[in-house]
């Protein structure tokens, strides 16, 4: 079933029942649009780009994800720049899709886990930064058609915060699903109404009614003001429900068994001890039929992806559009012997696809440039012509790598930021842990728990490609990689590195914490223009964190 076909009466293109129409700005809102022109966007006079951004649902990098979407590969990939570094600051749900339309870092859109509690739709993120999000901007100031479809956040559609009544700020056509991913059974809010679907696939498939409600956009969108899209497909999340005709795709898959599968991290963080080595062979047929119906979910998205470049071609606007195609976050299917999930700090987990095609960006290159997801809305607001120096975001703009400026001074490293969730009850199929921990099926091997809380930071330049992790627990557990020897993050060489490079880390991991805007862009420690400068340490919070790490270490 189409978008426009839910209107009892047809409507004429330009004017369709339930989308409010995109053409009508407001003269004032013209008058705005000089703020986004002139800087590093499209020149006065051309047309302005348009803006589709693509984002899966727990699609890892490290383990393969891409591989089945041989499509959006082609399409989107070879036809311009594939990134091999870029990361997630929280590995996620919530606080990866609220860094990625805030541009900012976890501390600073405080949106901590996937409840109401920890902020994720919550109120206060509806009325703090929903306004501020880069839609709400390129909406209000750059007279952008905005559209959106498909999970917004997990608790988007919560009674206690608006309910699907709720649009946020910046959208001109809304057509969210309610709560967290789904196939089928579940609720969409069309501008604001709700609307139920069932199970029968040929009305009812989200990632098709994904597909079909965004061509019928392209198709009945005003032609005066270029658009940008976010389309965030359920897939590859759980539960993981392939459509009819993929349900025998991949007989042959099975999870990667690579370095770090079926190991026990005996150097790591408690949570990662608690693991059970060898896993059972029922875990290990569990998480295989996990990995090969997750990639079946995924051909729908590459569906969705070629559906979608074509309309663009056939209506004239491809040359004059950018494709982003990223996901949340990563996942892991037995690394360190945790049978499925994500929340943890390694490769896996924090790493993510991005594809990235559009005017100006040469085909088939690749980039080892280290960009982070808080980069989008800096780098989409950028390509509208909005400078981030307006923006209270903490990401840069990648504008200047997609376009191949050469002798670019680029970020060498990122914050990675994680809370922990964990309920204070004990999980009744698992009597013998302890309250505090979560999401400990199969097995009773527990991949969260409250004290699973930790902050790392991520350097990857010429030299280096390490990470410093502090925790948040008894322990006050600290990791070190090397993963220029070790890139399965296997040896922990937090007592054996140099105290010194130990420390410097140490530092800059405070710094980035507690960062803001300019300061987040600041050169890291191993880079030849950084200068230490202890105010920066402390800048936004005004609180003063002591060195922890020692007391473990010695
Ligand atoms: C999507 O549109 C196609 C073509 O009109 C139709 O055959 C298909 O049933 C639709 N799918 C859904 C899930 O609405
Ligand atoms: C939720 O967001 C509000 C406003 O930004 C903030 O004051 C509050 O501390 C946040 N809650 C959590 C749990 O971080
Ligand atoms: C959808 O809901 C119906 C009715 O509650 C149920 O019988 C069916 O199993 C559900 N289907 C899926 C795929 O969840
Ligand atoms: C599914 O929807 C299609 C299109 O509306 C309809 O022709 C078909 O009968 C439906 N199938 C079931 C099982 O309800
Ligand atoms: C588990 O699988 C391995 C390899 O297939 C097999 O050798 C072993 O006997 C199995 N163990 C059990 C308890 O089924
Ligand atoms: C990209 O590279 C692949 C493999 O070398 C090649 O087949 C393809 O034609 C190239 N595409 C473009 C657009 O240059
Ligand atoms: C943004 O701010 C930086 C640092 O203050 C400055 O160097 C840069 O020129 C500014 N950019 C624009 C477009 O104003
Ligand atoms: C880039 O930097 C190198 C070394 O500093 C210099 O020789 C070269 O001319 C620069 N290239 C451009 C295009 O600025
Ligand atoms: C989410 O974060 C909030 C605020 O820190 C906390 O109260 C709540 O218990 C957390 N939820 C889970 C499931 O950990
Ligand atoms: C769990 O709740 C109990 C009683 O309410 C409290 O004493 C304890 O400190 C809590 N533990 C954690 C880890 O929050
Ligand atoms: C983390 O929390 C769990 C569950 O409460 C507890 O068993 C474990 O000892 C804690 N570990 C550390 C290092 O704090
Ligand atoms: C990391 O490993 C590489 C390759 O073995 C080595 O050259 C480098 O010195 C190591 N760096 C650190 C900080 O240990
Ligand atoms: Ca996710």
């Not at 709700?194 to 990632?207: C, I």
Request: proline residues 7%; contains cysteine; aromatic residues 10%.
């Amino acid at each position: 079933m189409r978008l426009l076909s839910l209107a009892t009466d047809r409507p004429r293109r330009g004017g369709p029942r339930h989308l409010p129409s995109g053409s009508s700005a407001p003269p004032l809102l013209l008058l705005l649009l000089g703020l986004c022109l002139g800087v590093s966007g499209a020149a006065k006079g051309s047309r302005r780009p348009n803006v589709v951004l693509l984002l899966a649902d727990d699609q890892d990098e490290v383990l393969g994800g891409m591989t089945p979407l041989k499509k959006t590969k082609a399409l989107i990939g070879e036809m311009g720049m594939t990134f091999s570094s870029a990361y997630v600051p929280s590995a996620l749900c919530c606080p990866s899709r609220a860094s990625i339309l805030t541009g900012k870092y976890p501390h600073n859109h405080h949106v901590v886990n996937n409840t109401l509690e920890g902020n994720c739709s919550s109120k206060s993120w509806q009325k703090i930064q929903e306004p501020n999000t880069f839609p709400a901007i390129l909406r209000s100031m750059c007279g952008y058609q905005t559209f959106f479809a498909g999970k917004y956040l997990n608790e988007y559609g919560a009674p206690d915060a608006g309910g699907l009544g709720h649009v946020p700020l910046g959208w001109s056509y809304w057509y969210a699903l309610e709560k967290n991913s789904k196939y089928y059974n579940y609720t969409l809010s069309i501008n604001g109404k709700a609307r139920k679907h069932g199970e029968n696939y040929s009305v009812d498939y989200l990632t098709d009614v994904l597909a079909n409600v965004s061509l019928d956009f392209l198709d009945y969108k005003s032609n005066s003001e270029p658009f940008f899209m976010m389309i965030s497909t359920p897939a590859p999340h759980s539960p993981w429900t392939a459509a009819p005709q993929y349900q025998n795709a991949f007989q042959n898959v099975f999870a990667p068994r690579n370095k770090n599968f079926n190991i026990h991290g005996t150097n790591k963080h408690w949570l990662i001890r608690q693991a059970k080595t060898p896993m059972t062979n029922s875990s290990i047929q569990f998480l295989d039929n996990a990995f090969r119906k997750r990639w079946q979910t995924l051909l729908s998205v590459d569906d969705l992806v070629e559906k979608l470049v074509k309309r663009l071609e056939f209506n004239g606007e491809l040359s004059n559009t950018y494709i982003f195609y990223t996901s949340d976050n990563g996942y892991h299917t037995g690394q360190f012997s945790l049978p499925i999930d994500k929340r943890q700090l390694y490769e896996f987990d924090i790493k993510v696809p991005l594809l990235v095609r559009g005017p100006g960006i040469k085909p088939n290159q690749t980039s080892k440039m280290l960009v982070a997801n808080i980069d989008l809305g800096p780098t989409i607001l950028d390509i509208a012509g909005y400078s981030l120096n307006k923006t209270q975001m903490d990401g840069m703009s990648f504008l200047p790598i997609l376009k191949g400026t050469s002798n670019l001074t680029w970020r060498s490293d990122i914050l990675v930021e994680y809370q922990g969730e964990g309920r204070n009850v004990t999980d009744p199929t698992c009597p013998s842990l302890s309250p505090g921990v979560s999401q400990c099926f199969p097995d009773c091997v527990c991949e969260d728990a409250y004290n699973n809380t930790y902050a790392c930071v991520r350097t990857t330049s010429e030299l280096w490609d390490l990470q410093y992790c502090e925790f948040d627990d008894q322990e006050v557990f600290v990791e070190v990689y090397n993963l220029t020897a070790d890139p399965h993050q296997i040896n922990n060489i937090a007592k054996s590195i140099d105290p010194e490079l130990l420390g410097k880390m140490n530092y800059r991991l405070m710094m980035l914490q507690s960062c803001s805007g300019p300061t987040c862009r600041t050169p890291g420690v191993f880079d030849p223009g950084y200068r230490f400068d202890p105010r920066l340490m402390f800048s936004s919070h005004g609180s003063i964190r002591t060195r922890r790490f020692s007391k473990h270490l010695l």
